[in-house]
């Protein structure tokens, strides 16, 4: 049984894409019936998880951290399928599935950080982190080490195609052809702070570049930017979509992705391979979980801390388009390739038998592959 929050701490669709390669990668050992999908949240989540290739069995609505009547409802569930082992996708998804099925063994997939202490029966959950700074905040959380397995995310194959193209988005904004479009990728548990962009565009414009802002309207401070940007009459320069829940739809227009650093250390990992897949590059901060997943100038913009530094690396990148199409053609190589996908696909199967030793036993087992990966872990 596979568990995921779309809309918890994470990278929504990208958590959401990971999860349809991972059951693949199950179903693909265990046989197509055997691996259910579960979707915890709203039913915009339920319809966010359908979009991204998956197929889930239920869904079960979820305010906070951890509600007894989330519980009960998953407890019920498992009670009629009787799960072997529950893979979990994200912090919430893990108490959750703790406290609900504390008998069954659990495997926790984290793109963004989770401490162990809520999560019931911690030392025993294998857990499988998108990147080895995130492997290293797990041990500094509570996790065991010899539980933590560290694995690159995949580039999420986001078949869709968008709605509109460039031109037509561009003009429903207002954007000329010279005008940046920077785009924030959705936030970790809507924490993010919107005034950080709006500032660092804000630096970007003062220095004579058009600019246009995109923003999630949920995310942190966002009333507090529609009131600057009216009394300083920006409206035109700074848009709320919800689309950016589905950020294929409006990628054709976007020039550059930022990713924001959340004020309780949230972030989500798979920020990199979410840019990756939208075809333009990422400009994050040094220190952030994105940050470890790119090389500055290579397959991304590392800023330093502070909305001057955000301003300078955009005015250095706009200065130079053709770095900006090297950026993007580097970062689908990195995370696009077919060794990535399988390593992947192969480091959840391991954690799922590790977990559950003997689990594969009467299928055709994990991939040959799988003997070089478990001798180098």
């Not at 009629?80 to 703790?98: M, N």
């Not at 495997?107 to 999560?119: F, G, I, T, Y």
């Not at 001057?308 to 770095?323: D, V």
Request: charge should be positive; hydrophobic fraction near 45%; include cysteine.
């Amino acid at each position: 049984m596979c568990v995921v929050d779309p809309f918890g701490p994470g990278a929504g669709a990208a958590t959401l894409s990971a999860c349809a390669v991972a059951v693949r990668a199950l179903r693909q050992s265990w046989g197509v019936g055997r691996v259910e999908v579960g979707v915890l949240g709203t039913p915009d989540a339920h319809q966010l998880a359908v979009e991204c290739g998956l197929s889930p069995a239920w869904r079960i609505p979820i305010l906070g951290k951890f509600t007894r009547i989330a519980a009960q409802t998953l407890s019920r569930l498992a009670q009629r399928d009787h799960p072997t082992v529950v893979v979990a996708w994200g912090s919430r998804a893990a108490i959750l599935a703790s406290h609900a099925l504390q008998d069954t063994p659990l495997v926790v997939a984290l793109d963004a950080p989770c401490e162990s202490k809520h999560v019931r029966n911690a030392e025993f959950a294998e857990v499988l982190c998108m990147g080895d700074a995130l492997a290293d905040h797990a041990c500094r959380s509570g996790w065991l080490p010899i539980r933590i397995r560290s694995v690159l995310a995949p580039m999420p194959e986001w078949s869709q195609v968008p709605s509109l193209d460039r031109n037509s988005l561009r003009r429903n904004w207002n954007a000329t052809d010279t005008d940046w479009v920077v785009g924030v990728l959705p936030p970790s548990g809507q924490f993010s702070d919107a005034l950080f962009a709006f500032h660092a565009m804000g630096r970007f414009a003062l220095a004579g570049h058009g600019a246009h802002l995109v923003l999630d309207p949920t995310m942190r401070n966002a009333g507090e930017v529609r009131s600057i940007a009216r009394k300083l009459k920006l409206n035109e320069r700074v848009h709320f979509d919800s689309r950016l829940k589905c950020p294929w739809k409006i990628s054709p227009a976007v020039d550059v992705w930022m990713s924001l650093a959340d004020l309780h250390h949230d972030e989500s990992a798979l920020h990199p391979c979410m840019a990756a897949a939208l075809g333009v590059p990422l400009i994050t901060a040094t220190g952030s979980f994105a940050a470890s997943g790119i090389e500055h100038q290579v397959d991304g913009i590392i800023a330093r801390p502070g909305i001057n530094a955000f301003a300078f690396e955009m005015i250095q990148a706009a200065k130079n388009p053709s770095l900006l199409a090297s950026m993007a053609s580097a970062a689908r190589v990195r995370y696009g390739s077919q060794s990535v996908r399988q390593g992947f696909s192969i480091a959840i199967q391991e954690c799922v038998a590790r977990a559950c030793p003997g689990i594969f036993s009467q299928t055709a087992g994990l991939p040959a592959d799988s003997k070089l990966a478990a001798a180098s872990t």
